[in-house]
Structures are given as C-alpha cells and as structure tokens.
C-alpha cells in the first residue's frame, strides 16, 4: 500500500509524513521535483512539465496496483501535480478533474491511502524550501486541492482518504498512531 500524504504547503506534510513512517516501521519516498525542474530547465507554465510530473505520478500508482511495489509513504503525490499544474497555469481544473478520472478508472488509486493534512504552520520564519514559496499557505491552492480531493471521495474509486488537521503540537501524532 502506498500512504501517500497530500494537503496544501506549509501545512506540516514533510513532518507528519516522516512520523508516520517512523512509527510504522516504513520507507519514505519524496520527489526531488525541484532539481528535476532546475536541472531540466522546465518551464513553469508549460503542460510538458505537467505532464512529466503526472508521469511520475501514473507510473508509481500503476506498480503499485499491480503488487510491484512493498508498502511506503509517499510525501506528495497526484493530488499536488493536478493542483499545482493547475496554479502554475500549466493545465485547467478542468483538465486536472479529466486526469484524475483517468488515474481512478484505470484503477491507479488501487491500494492508495491518501492522509490529507490540513492546518498552517505558525512559524514561518525558517521557510526557504524552493522556486513556489511565495505561494505558500494560498487559499487558491487550498481550494484547488479540497476540490480534488473531494471530487475523489465522492466517487467509489477505492481509496482511502483520512483527513488530519494539524494543529502544530502534540495532540498531532496520535492521530497518525491510530490510522
């Protein structure tokens, strides 16, 4: 199974994704979409770097689907690519709602828990993360990304998604003991 920690920036995913992986005795896989976008000098509005990222994204769910793949916490995952290629004027919320159509009928989403982590971190002062921290902790993310999930758990597409708020304290972490 893959537990896959979605919610909007600056809401403690990183943080709480690590913890849930530590006490469940599991392995973390992140994305270093930043150096790829650096590296691969894509451009910030295109569809093409969209779509390398869905890429990514369709290919862990499929060998994940089809038992490939043991039990691990992804740190970001489809919901952030069709949000942010949304934000990033890469593609329309429209397009993102097709694609994630596309990803649940082809049964991607087979074996996925999605924890969505909502709430915003107090203490902003040691952010500097990457290219998009100016858009931290918008509620036009936030709103793109509910509206994605909720398009998601409103459907019978076979994944389990557990909503935790994050109040930046310790009442936090035995929510995650308890999923």
């Known amino acids: ?12 995913k990183t943080f709480l994704a690590n913890r849930f992986a530590d006490i469940n005795g599991s392995k973390i896989f992140k994305f270093d979409f930043v150096y790829w976008f650096n590296e691969l000098n894509l451009p910030d509005d295109s569809e093409s770097t969209h779509l390398f990222a869905l890429g990514k994204e ?19 995952g ?20 097709a694609q994630l159509k596309i990803l ?3 049964n991607l989403l087979k074996n996925c828990r999605i924890i969505y982590i909502m709430g915003s971190n107090p203490n902003k002062d040691s952010r ?8 931290d902790g918008t509620e036009e993310e936030q709103k793109i990304m509910e509206n994605l999930r909720d398009y998601i758990s409103n459907h019978p597409y076979n994944v389990e998604l557990k909503i935790v708020f994050n109040s930046f304290d310790n009442t936090v972490i035995p929510q995650l003991e308890k999923i």
């Open 1 to 12: 199974m893959i537990t896959i920690f979605e919610g909007p920036r600056n809401s403690g």
């Open 58 to 76: 369709a290919m862990l769910l499929q060998l994940n689907r089809d038992g490939m793949l043991p039990d691990f916490v992804l740190d970001r």
């Open 128 to 135: 500097n993360k990457d290219n998009w921290d100016h858009i």
């Open 78 to 97: 489809f919901l952030t690519v069709l949000t942010w290629g949304v934000l990033a004027g890469r593609i329309t919320e429209e397009k993102a709602q």
């Open 104 to 106: 649940a009928e082809k």
